[in-house]
């Protein structure tokens, strides 16, 4: 059983920032070998890819609407994922999920394709909220 558990929401002003962070526990799961990402979801809306980055860290894909203001990044050693958030703006409010996939070495192009949700990821945690008043 592979658990996730994020931490690092709150409530900031717009134009401020926030860290994320993911720690993945389990079954002798490394991320390293496996894409993981974050996504968001917000009140009344669906589920949407934020970031996602592939198995040792050789890819990253990030949703339009964050490129330039967000970056995923990982610490293998202590199996941890993040996501720092600058430029906050009140449309990122949302409850963020930290997500990890079962398939081990999977491509680049597969894990882009979980950020767009064309695949699902296997492992989820329950959220961390993010609040941005304007």
């Known amino acids: 059983q592979v658990h996730l558990v994020e931490s690092g929401g709150g409530s900031v002003q717009a134009g401020g920032s926030l860290r994320l962070s993911c720690t993945i526990s389990?079954?002798?799961?490394?991320?390293?070998?496996?894409?993981v990402g974050w996504f968001r979801q917000a009140p009344g809306k669906e589920r949407e890819g934020v970031a996602t980055?592939?198995?040792?860290?050789?890819?990253?894909y990030y949703a339009d609407s964050v490129k330039g203001r967000f970056t995923i990044s990982q610490d293998h050693a202590n199996n941890t994922l993040w996501l720092q958030m600058h430029n906050l703006k009140p449309e990122d409010t949302a409850m963020y999920y930290c997500a990890a996939d079962s398939a081990r070495y999977g491509t680049s192009t597969y894990c882009y394709n979980l950020l767009t949700r064309r695949y699902d990821f296997t492992y989820w945690g329950q959220g961390t909220q993010v609040t941005v008043s304007s």
């Open positions: 389990g079954s002798g799961y490394n991320m390293r070998d496996y894409c």
């Open positions: 980055i592939s198995k040792g860290a050789s890819s990253t």
